[in-house]
């Protein structure tokens, strides 16, 4: 059964601390999300990569975070230094994306619960 | 802009009714996909249903369905027959053509099945 593995599932760290957050997208997908939720602000688009090339991270705060695709089977999300204020849900999610009429939905991993204190 | 609008923070329904959950988007490109995902307390993220912009009939996917109304925008989801196990958050999503599959979320609106 095909899912998206993110490691890990919990973290608790303090601030200041570098946090960095795992994804195997579903082999073949060509597409990889990272969202953010919070309580606050709900399902936040981070970035986005096709093929491996980022296409869009104008969601991510760029003095902290960065997001890299080292390698077709790996995606990464890294927070330094990390801050109380990113405490969320990091979701990663993968697709083919072929286009949106296509009918390709994304499929989500079960999330980073992260916690900075 | 590109926006998803879920005005139904929460909404009730008694078990075995039906209910729509309501969803409008903006978007100026013609061509887009629509999804609907449920989230349970688990926070695992399920797709449901999924409608494209020039689908001529409504999606339908067992229990669930998808209203679509394109002049109106809106893509609201009629969950049939409600169960307990329905009680979640349910997100509305929209993926325009240009940006590349690009997926954007509403707020969610809870929903709570009454037994």
């Known amino acids: 059964d095909a899912r998206v593995t993110q490691t890990p599932r919990h973290k608790v760290t303090e601030m200041g601390q570098e946090v960095t957050m795992r994804c195997q997208p579903i082999l073949g997908h060509n597409t990889v999300f990272w969202y953010r939720q919070t309580m606050m602000q709900g399902l936040e688009l981070l970035a986005y990569f096709r093929n491996r090339a980022p296409l869009d991270d104008s969601g991510m705060p760029k003095d902290r975070f960065s997001a890299e695709m080292p390698d077709a089977t790996l995606a990464t999300l890294k927070i330094q230094p990390s801050e109380p204020r990113d405490s969320a849900v990091y979701f990663c999610?993968?697709?083919?994306?072929?286009?949106?009429?296509?009918?390709?939905?994304?499929?989500f991993g079960e999330g980073s619960w992260l916690t900075v204190v | 802009a590109q926006k998803i609008t879920q005005t139904q923070p929460g909404m009730f329904v008694q078990e075995k009714e039906a209910v729509t959950l309501d969803c409008t988007y903006d978007?100026?490109?013609?061509?887009?996909?629509l999804f609907w995902y449920k989230q349970p307390s688990s926070g695992e993220m399920i797709f449901l249903i999924y409608q494209g912009s020039y689908d001529q009939q409504n999606a339908t996917e067992g229990r669930y369905s998808l209203n679509f109304q394109k002049a109106r925008k809106s893509a609201n989801l009629v969950i049939s027959a409600s169960q307990l196990g329905d009680s979640a958050m349910y997100f509305c999503a929209m993926s325009p053509n240009t940006g590349g599959f690009k997926t954007i979320f509403g707020a969610g609106t809870r929903l709570f099945v009454k037994a």
């Open positions: 978007t100026s490109d013609p061509s887009y996909g």
């Open positions: 999610a993968s697709g083919l994306g072929t286009g949106p009429l296509s009918g390709n939905t994304i499929y």
